[in-house]
């Protein structure tokens, strides 16, 4: 039999199912997510809960550990406008959710109605339906589905779930998990699986694994080195891997080993496909200034810069940090002007951050890259602080 070569983009996988790249983890108590993920499914009469930051690795977890002919997908966009729970299930798994039906009535011996009633598929028939084809529902991007829609859903899936009906709900943490996490009629019927950021050592298994299969070697530094450049992301480290075997033309079978001498190219080609420069332009201009004209510093970089562009260029800087304190950014930021006199004390930072982060709470989410939580600023996106690092 003739075995296909695997070429690089079968193995590395950035936006979808990475079938010869997929790592199992543990969670932390000390179990496997897939495990965790099997014994729910396996308790009737719950919902699963899966949080965790975006690109972590949620769907891709759900599609590893539920056959695919049991799936039903269903994303939280499809509840943005009010649309009926039940009718948007039926659709997706093709029951008529709405139809005519002739109904006969005996009035008495004599007269017979015929009665043409519309009926409404019931959510028995859908909860019914999943029962029987073992079914479950794969309720995704949760946080897209609009406040209210959120809590009717809650309700819906309440009731239904005593009734043997499956669901997962995938969403992000903080924003969209009140609605489940918090709802006291669904307290003890819920199971919650926390999706953690990866780290290094789980990052570098990607690589490992996926040069192999490609019969190219790669020594535990350099896997280390992506890992470390991936920013707990599984996504970056599978686009980074990609870049790499792009850059050494890695298909045609003449590279044999990944050296670090390559990897800087391989950063830069890879952020080639992002597209951050509005938001950083958008949090290095900060607020209007109103005809007061700002400081500027004279920096190392031999440029001038207000505090708004020193603040973001020190987000860049090494060692790449997805979570700095007004501390971090305060060194960062000094090491960076050139004059001792000058160096902005930590208020100045401080009010800095604070009106970065004013700047984007009301624009769109690709411009919610950073957070400002427990005097911490943290980048929610390492797609962003890649960026930042490498793309410009
Ligand atoms: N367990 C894993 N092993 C290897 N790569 C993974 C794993 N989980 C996620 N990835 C990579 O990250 C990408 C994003 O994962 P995804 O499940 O879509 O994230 P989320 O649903 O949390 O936003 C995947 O397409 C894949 O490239
Ligand atoms: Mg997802």
């Known amino acids: 039999m003739c075995i296909k070569k695997l070429l690089s983009s079968d193995v590395f996988k950035p936006c979808n199912f990475p079938e010869h790249t997929y790592i199992p983890r543990e969670s932390k108590f000390g179990i496997e997510y897939e495990q965790r993920l099997n014994l729910a499914l396996n308790v009737s009469g719950t ?3 899966i949080i965790g930051a975006s690109k972590m690795g949620k769907t891709v977890l759900c599609e590893k550990v539920i056959p695919f002919e049991r799936q039903v997908n269903i994303s939280g966009a499809d509840f943005s406008n009010g649309e009926d ?18 109904e006969s009535k005996q009035i008495s011996n004599t007269e017979q109605h015929s009665k043409t009633e519309s009926f ?7 909860i019914k339906h999943f029962a ?6 794969i309720l995704d991007d949760f946080h897209y589905a609009s406040n209210e829609a959120q809590k009717s859903i809650s309700s819906h899936l309440k009731d239904a779930i005593r ?3 499956r669901a997962i709900i995938i969403s992000l943490p903080h924003r ?3 609605p489940i996490r918090n709802n006291a009629d669904l307290a003890g019927r819920l199971s919650l699986i926390d999706i953690e950021s990866w780290k290094i050592n789980e990052l570098e298994e990607i690589a490992t694994k996926g040069f192999k299969q490609l019969n190219v070697k ?23 891997c990609l870049s790499i075997c792009t850059a050494l033309n890695v298909d045609n079978g003449e590279t044999k080993e990944i050296t670090s001498n390559i990897l800087e190219k391989a950063y830069k080609l890879t952020t080639s496909n992002l597209d951050y420069a509005d938001v950083v332009n958008l949090i290095s201009k900060g607020p209007l200034s109103k005809g007061k004209s700002r400081t500027m510093y004279s920096t190392k970089l031999g440029e001038q810069m207000d505090l708004y562009k020193l603040v973001v260029e020190s987000l860049s800087k090494n060692p790449p940090l997805m979570g700095l304190t007004i501390d971090d950014i305060k060194e960062r930021v000094s090491d960076l002007i050139q004059n001792d006199m000058m160096k902005p004390d930590r208020q ?10 004013k700047i984007i709470t009301d624009k769109d989410d690709i411009f919610k890259v950073l957070e400002w939580k427990d005097d911490m600023i943290y980048i929610t996106d390492p797609l962003f602080l890649f960026y930042l690092r490498w793309g410009r």
Do not use: C, H
């Open 47 to 49: 919902l699963i809960s």
């Open 85 to 102: 729970f039940w009718s948007v299930i039926a659709q997706k798994i093709g029951l008529p959710f709405e139809g005519k039906t002739t």
């Open 120 to 126: 409404i598929l019931t959510k028995d028939m859908v």
């Open 132 to 137: 029987s084809n073992n079914k479950v529902l």
């Open 163 to 165: 009734r043997d009906f």
């Open 176 to 178: 969209s998990d009140a």
């Open 218 to 240: 790669i020594s535990t530094q350099v896997a280390q080195k992506i890992a470390i450049e991936s920013l707990t992301s599984p996504q970056l480290m599978q686009y980074i």
């Open 348 to 357: 100045k930072i401080k009010n800095t951050v604070t009106q970065m982060q």
